[in-house]
């Protein structure tokens, strides 16, 4: 009987929403004593709970068939083993937010990245940094460090550094300011892309279309309005995401009801829009499930 296997970040930034996607596709798991291994119950996925820095390689060297890790981490990995091959991404996940930026001391007399030319530049992601300097046409010294890069210019290791930029907070208290955004990342759900036997590629199909529903209703929205029904063609086109509402008359009146699902979010911006039309008796809804 074949098992997926699913990598995710074991503590950190993406540890808790990976989990929550998992745990809304109608995944449940027994957990081992050692946390690191999860297994699947009703569904023969199992978790392992790594450091995302690892997610990557073990997706490579075939030890899982799907990860959850950020985009910069993947993007590096792919980078330094020359290319993509192997593994591929799926879908953006819409969460964990963030860049690689270039940052530089606050009082460093510098406005942009071209006046880098030639200096030290302290990274975690050495690879994907000299990539995205390149495509500026700025070579530049990478100095590769593994963690802590925030204080290599106070140490004199560097003269700037590349280094994830989420709140900011990091920055601001090692006195930094951030000159430039090189890369804008998010999590991301990346799958394998060597061959796999026929059974564990049903599973995974499975499972893909699972995620895709749990991530799609998340953003969808149900709504539910009485309008007249001239008003039709210009309701249609301000529910955000929707081409074919539902019609349906309403006893003793002349108005009709519409629902629709909404592919997008609803804001209360389109909500005044739509009473302006003539719409009454709005209702939205959330989307608990999906599927295609
Ligand atoms: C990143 C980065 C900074 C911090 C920036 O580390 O290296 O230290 O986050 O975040 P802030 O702008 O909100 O202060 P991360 O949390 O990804 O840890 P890791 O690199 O050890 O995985
Ligand atoms: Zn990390």
Not at 77 to 104: I, P, Q, W, Y
Request: glycine share 8%; charged share 25%; hydrophobic share 40%.
């Amino acid at each position: 009987m074949s098992r997926l296997r699913v990598a995710i970040q074991k503590s950190g930034r993406l540890s808790e929403r990976s989990l929550e996607i998992l745990r809304n596709c109608g995944l449940k798991f027994a957990r081992s004593k050692d946390k690191l291994f999860w297994y699947g119950q009703d569904f023969p996925l199992d978790v392992l709970l790594v450091r995302d820095d690892d997610i990557p390689r073990m997706l490579l060297d075939g030890v899982c068939e799907l990860g959850i890790v950020g985009e910069n981490i993947a993007r590096e990995v792919m980078l330094e083993r020359n290319g993509s091959d192997g593994m591929t991404c799926r879908r953006k996940l819409g969460f964990g937010h963030c860049h690689l930026s270039l940052a530089v001391p606050e009082n460093m007399e510098i406005s942009s990245a071209s006046e880098l030319q030639g200096l030290r530049i302290a990274t975690s992601y050495p690879s994907l940094t000299r990539d995205l300097l390149a495509k500026k046409g700025i070579s530049t010294e990478i100095v590769e460090l593994s963690g802590s890069v925030e204080i290599a210019p106070g140490l004199g290791t560097a003269e700037a550094i590349a280094d994830l930029v989420s709140t900011g907070s990091t920055l601001r208290a090692n006195h930094l300011r951030e000159l430039e955004v090189l890369f804008d990342s998010q999590a991301a759900l990346y799958c394998t892309t060597r061959s796999i036997d026929d059974e564990k590629q049903g599973l995974l199909d499975r499972f893909l279309s699972r995620i895709e529903g749990v991530l799609q209703a998340a953003e969808s929205k149900y709504v539910m309005l009485h309008a007249p029904r001239e008003a039709l063609d210009k309701i249609t086109a301000l529910l955000p995401g929707v081409e074919h509402p539902s019609i349906m008359p309403l006893e003793g009146s002349d108005r009709i009801a519409i629902h629709a699902v909404c592919g997008e979010t609803v804001f209360w911006e389109h909500l005044e829009a739509l009473k302006a039309v003539g719409a009454s008796a709005i209702l939205v809804l959330p989307v608990e499930k999906m599927l295609a």
